[in-house]
């Protein structure tokens, strides 16, 4: 497997799989040795809940330790940038600060959100690649542009509810937000249920809001490989129709990425995407989640989220496990 855990797609399918199975024999036995005198320092440029709960638990579920760090609670600001003359706010470059940490810390954990002023800039996703190359430990992607432990838990939850996930149909639907938002669990959710074997469709209010051009086009090698199929619709009715798997998330429009203001119009005519009762009725049974924080009525109604049919609280508790498997396998 590879050093790091930066994307699933740096994984295979068996690969994948191994994880999500040692994550169920973790939930069944969550206590181990496995991080017995080892340390994980997790770094968040960004607020979390589910994640810094979760990876701090799950290291001391493992016998280990979880350090927190964050650039608005006392740690350095940092430079990204190689070759640059460090004059503005910066007081340590990443090349010095990972090396320091590999020093300190067997695991490293990133989390760090775009800046949403320019998509070219943010798609490097700096932040977690100049870690990632600097460090002498492996790093964890606690969510980038991308959030793969989003991914392996709601992979994980799908199975423990349906059993084999190939042909199955799931829908990633664009919901309505009132601030643009990053498409991380986007990507990621169109990527790792391409993977699994699923046939895939993308719901979105305009072609505006299609997913950047590098996860569509891994989601659709997916597809083919597996023989299934992605597809991109703004059609509601033509997505919901016959779905197992409905999966919410609201995000900007990637043309208007730094411009929101003229995003803004478009969103607000599109809240009727909402996931509501009368939708769901057009589906296969499905499961409907998120990954949380939501907001109630706006992205998907109290009736549907406070549903059997939601499984959103299964796949926030599928976090912990997920994320265990991945720093036992980090570590092994």
Not at 159 to 179: C, N, S
Not at 185 to 202: E, F, Q, R
Request: aromatic share 10%; glycine share 6%.
């Amino acid at each position: 497997m590879p050093k790091h855990f930066l994307n699933t797609y740096d994984y295979s399918r068996p690969e994948i799989q191994a994880l999500l199975d040692d994550a169920r024999r973790l939930k069944e036995s969550p206590y181990t040795k496995d991080l017995e005198g080892k340390t994980i320092a997790l770094i968040f440029f960004n607020n979390s809940l589910r994640t810094r709960t979760s990876f701090d638990v799950g290291a001391r579920q493992l016998g280990g330790h979880a350090v927190v760090l964050s650039p608005s609670s006392g740690m350095w600001a940092l430079e990204f940038e190689p070759g640059v003359e460090m004059l503005g706010d910066a007081e340590e470059h990443v090349s010095e600060a990972a090396r320091v940490l590999s020093r300190y810390v067997d695991m490293i954990g990133i989390r760090a959100f775009p800046k949403f002023q320019d998509w070219e800039q943010d798609r490097k996703d700096t932040i977690l690649q100049a870690f990632a190359a600097y460090s002498e430990v492996p790093v964890v992607n606690m969510e980038t542009i991308t959030h793969p432990c989003q991914e392996m838990a709601l992979a994980m939850t799908l199975q423990e509810h349906m059993g084999a996930l190939d042909g199955k149909k799931f829908v990633l639907t664009w919901t309505y937000h009132p601030r643009p938002l990053n498409t991380a669990v986007a990507n990621s959710a169109l990527m790792i249920a391409s993977k699994m074997g699923m046939d895939v469709t993308l719901l979105v209010p305009t072609e505006e809001y299609v997913l950047d051009e590098r996860y569509m086009s891994i989601a659709d090698g997916y597809a083919n490989e597996n023989g299934r199929s992605l597809s991109v619709t703004t059609d509601i009715e033509e997505a919901y129709t016959g779905a197992n798997v409905v999966y919410a998330k609201s995000w900007g429009a990637l043309p208007y990425f730094g411009r929101w203001e003229e995003e803004k119009p478009i969103r607000d005519r599109f809240r009727h995407f909402i996931v509501d009762s009368q939708k769901m009725a057009m589906t296969d049974g499905a499961l409907v989640s998120h990954c949380l924080p939501m907001r109630r009525n706006v992205k998907i109604t109290d009736e549907v989220f406070d549903s059997p049919a939601c499984v959103a609280y299964d796949e926030a508790e599928n976090r912990l496990h997920v994320q265990k498997a991945i720093m036992r396998s980090l570590v092994s």
